[in-house]
């Protein structure tokens, strides 16, 4: 059975960080791309980073690439998202995801945490 269980969300103030992690079990996640995606109150659910675990492949979304950075500790099977500089309007529920192709395309995604919430007052 495929694991992906998030950590690190909480509530923060205009301007701090918050790290987030993304623990998988269950298979080798050797070669599959983990990514990020955040869904914030009555929107629909977006992409914020993804990262190839078999090499340094990475790719931020243009909206955060200047606070965010994604990583990944292979031996671990742990993934990061480093939030810098958070806004008001990345409040959100923040879901890692696992899958086979390298794309921001939530739908190629086949396996889902359950999501950590991530509240950024100002």
């Known amino acids: 059975q495929v694991q992906l269980v998030e950590s690190g969300g909480g509530l923060v103030q205009a301007g701090g960080s918050l790290r987030l992690s993304c623990a998988a079990s269950g298979r080798t996640f050797s070669t599959y791309t983990m990514g990020w995606f955040r869904q914030a109150p009555g929107k629909e659910r977006e992409f914020v980073a993804m990262?190839?675990?078999?090499?340094?492949?990475?790719y931020v979304a243009r909206s955060v690439k200047d606070r965010f950075t994604i990583s990944r500790d292979n031996a671990k099977n742990l993934m990061y998202l480093q939030m810098n500089s958070l806004k008001p309007e990345d409040t959100a529920v923040y879901y890692c995801?696992?899958?086979?192709?390298?794309?921001?395309?939530?739908?190629?995604?086949?396996?889902w945490g359950q999501g950590t919430q991530v509240t950024v007052s100002s």
């Open positions: 990262a190839r675990w078999r090499n340094d492949f990475t």
């Open positions: 995801a696992a899958g086979e192709s390298y794309t921001s395309v939530q739908s190629q995604y086949d396996y």
